[in-house]
Each structure stands twice: as C-alpha cells, then as structure tokens.
C-alpha cells in the first residue's frame, strides 16, 4: 500500500472527513483490521489562510514547503484536503516530485461518466469566482459550469466561512442551498458539485431532484485507489 500525504486543517471539520472516510474505504476494500497509510499535516486555518487570504504567492510557498516536508516523510502522492486550495495545487506541483491528486480532476471523472456536460458550482468565493476551477474544468474536460448569481454567491461563501467551517450546521442554511440549486437547475445545470469540502457537511445526494458531486468523498476515495494501485 502506497502512503498518502494530507494536507488538512482547512477546515478540520472537513479533513476529518477525509480520514475517515480514506480509512473506512480501505477497510472495505481489503477487509479485517486494515487502515490507510497516511500522514498527516494539519495547519492552523487562521494563521495559514485567513490571515493571507490576499497573499497566494505567500500560500503557495507554505503549501509547497509542507508538500516537500510530507514527500520527505515518506508520501507517494499528495492531498490537499481543500477545494480552493487548490488555486495554488499547480505552484506546489512544481515544488514536489510526488503526484498531486486534483481535486477538480476526479470530480470531473465523476461528472463524465454520469454523461453531464453543465454543471452546477458551489463553494467560496474564491473557488466560484476564479478561473483555477471552471477553467480546468472546461480546458481539460470539457465541462461548462454555471455559478449562482452575486447575491446567491454571497449567502454560499458566507455560510460555508461563518457556519461550516466552524461546524455549525443550521436547517435554515441547508433551505437556502436548496433554493440556490434549484435556480442553478432553471438555467439547465444537469448536476452540482459540492465545490467545498464543508459543504457536503450540510447537504448531499437526495436533498434536491439533480446529481450531486461530493468533492470530499470522491477525492478521498481516489486517493485510496492510488494508493492500492
């Protein structure tokens, strides 16, 4: 089994999702008493991210640097545990010799087999209103995706930062996500990806009547599939 690199804290929340469910899918797969390998770097959200949320440059040299100190301690790929931290996955690529696993990569996978070619996209502002998504989404894919519109966007970015990632989960939140979906439904999205690792945290498949794309849960599972390969 090939050890798997994590970068996590962005949010915990998340990321403890990501070990559970790398451990659970493991387990199931090879049975008995087994778990990943993996090791784990965990940063402090406020001190890495909040703080230089205007500085990517200043990001991408400590994702790099951590990305260096895990291919040191013995990892064979890399996870960066985080949908919008993957603005910066391809300055860290540069610095490592380990493969990173794309997030938007295996998402996309998933969105092909299903035959959808329009997508839905939710997640921070960031991830929404940048091109690192979308863009590698529609160059290396094919895949359109629709955004919700300025105000939606707003309510998606604020609840994932106030709520989620302080693992508040509200029924009030999870209406709004419905009614966000549903009018990214109205312009033809044929499926929604949970663009944010938190997200799936408060709504996933079944809550509305269209595909939904659990970033967290597949990236994880293809990061265990790496692994075993």
């Known amino acids: 089994m090939k050890t798997i690199g994590l970068i996590g804290g962005t949010s915990w929340v998340s990321t403890q999702e990501y070990y559970k469910t790398i451990n659970e899918t493991v387990k199931q797969k090879l049975g008995g008493g ?6 784990l770097y965990s940063v402090d959200f406020d001190e890495f991210i909040l703080k230089n949320r205007d500085d990517w440059n200043k990001i991408a040299k400590s994702y790099s640097n951590i990305g260096k100190q895990l291919e040191q301690a013995g990892a064979e790929c890399l996870v960066i545990c985080a949908n919008t931290l993957h ?5 860290v690529q540069k610095n490592i010799k380990i493969p990173i696993i794309h997030i938007a990569d295996v998402t996309a ?19 929404m ?11 290396k894919f094919n895949i359109e995706t629709i955004i919700p519109d300025k105000k939606d966007r707003e309510i998606v970015h ?5 709520e989620l990632t302080n693992d508040i989960i509200k029924q009030s939140s999870k209406k709004k996500y419905i009614k966000i979906i549903n009018n990214l439904v109205s312009k033809a999205a044929e499926g929604v990806i949970l663009g944010c690792t938190e997200i799936p945290l408060l709504i996933n498949e079944g809550d509305v009547d ?3 794309y659990n970033t967290t849960e597949i990236h994880a599972n293809a990061a265990v599939d790496f692994a075993l390969s």
């Open 34 to 39: 087994h778990s990943a390998h993996l090791i």
């Open 87 to 91: 603005k910066v996955a391809d300055e």
């Open 158 to 162: 604020n609840i994932i930062m106030d």
């Open 109 to 127: 996978e998933k969105i092909l087999d299903k035959g959808h070619k329009k997508v839905g996209l939710l997640g921070t502002k960031y991830t």
């Open 129 to 139: 209103d940048g091109d690192f998504y979308k863009k590698r989404l529609k160059d």
């Open 210 to 212: 269209i595909p939904m």
